[in-house]
T-cell receptor
Framework: SQQGEEDPQALSIQEGENATMNCSYKTSINNLQWYRQNSGRGLVHLIL?????REKHSGRLRVTLDTSKKSSSLLITASRAADTASYFC???????????FGKGNQVVVIP | NAGVTQTPKFQVLKTGQSMTLQCAQDMNHEYMSWYRQDPGMGLRLIHY???????DQGEVPNGYNVSRSTTEDFPLRLLSAAPSQTSVYFC???????????FGDGTRLSIL
């Protein structure tokens, strides 16, 4: 499968701690995106990182991309209970105009 | 600004029935997609469109039809519903694959 795979698939942390999730993929990508999904809702875009970029920040979020290892990480700093959600990575592969999603990572932040 | 609107939000069908899931966006996006989300499977692409009059198959197209007669609308048709099509369906739109995708809130479909 070309889809990204998130790791760990479930994470439970205390409020205020940092949460790190990883995503691995198998073939060359055009860009990689991270999305959040709250229970019962649609997905919300967090960050897009292009293949020629190594790191991007947005508020408390930091995304890194290592194309040599075909992996990306999403760091949420100083987590809040409102960060409880599922997080998905999604990739656009070269020569392909589709966005392929991983299976998701469930994060629970305990107040 | 409504974004991506999906209707209905919930639907129960009997095996063999047909129906159309509606999706409309008001952002003038060329690219629209339909996904299904099943437990433990993430989102799987059913069909997508890169503009009015242009559609293509995704990962799991069997049992579904789409058309794109306008930029705004991208309906998904279930031809003869089967229990395996019980799922949550999401429509998304984007200005391009280097841009964020905007998702609707989903249609929860049960086939009995």
């Amino acid at each position: 499968s070309q889809q990204g795979e998130e790791d760990p698939q479930a994470l439970s942390i205390q409020e205020g701690e940092n949460a790190t999730m990883n995503c691995s993929y198998k073939t060359s990508i055009n860009n990689l995106q991270w999305y959040r999904q709250n229970s019962g809702r649609g997905l919300v875009h967090l960050i897009l990182i292009r293949s020629n970029e190594r790191e991007k920040h947005s508020g408390r979020l930091r995304v890194t991309l290592d194309t040599s290892k075909k992996s990306s990480s999403l760091l949420i700093t100083a987590s809040r209970a409102a960060d409880t959600a599922s997080y998905f990575c999604a990739t656009v592969f070269y020569g392909n105009n589709r966005l392929a999603f991983g299976k998701g990572n469930q994060v629970v932040v305990i107040p | 600004n409504a974004g991506v609107t999906q209707t209905p939000k919930f639907q129960v069908l009997k095996t063999g029935q047909s129906m159309t899931l509606q999706c409309a966006q008001d952002m003038n996006h060329e690219y629209m997609s339909w996904y299904r989300q099943d437990p433990g499977m993430g989102l799987r692409l059913i069909h997508y469109s890169v503009g009015a009059g242009i559609t293509d198959q995704g990962e799991v197209p069997n049992g579904y039809n789409v058309s794109r007669s306008t930029t705004e609308d991208f309906p998904l048709r279930l031809l003869s519903a089967a229990p395996s099509q019980t799922s949550v369906y999401f429509c998304a739109s984007t200005a391009g694959l280097h841009q964020p995708q905007h998702f609707g809130d989903g249609t929860r479909l049960s086939i009995l």
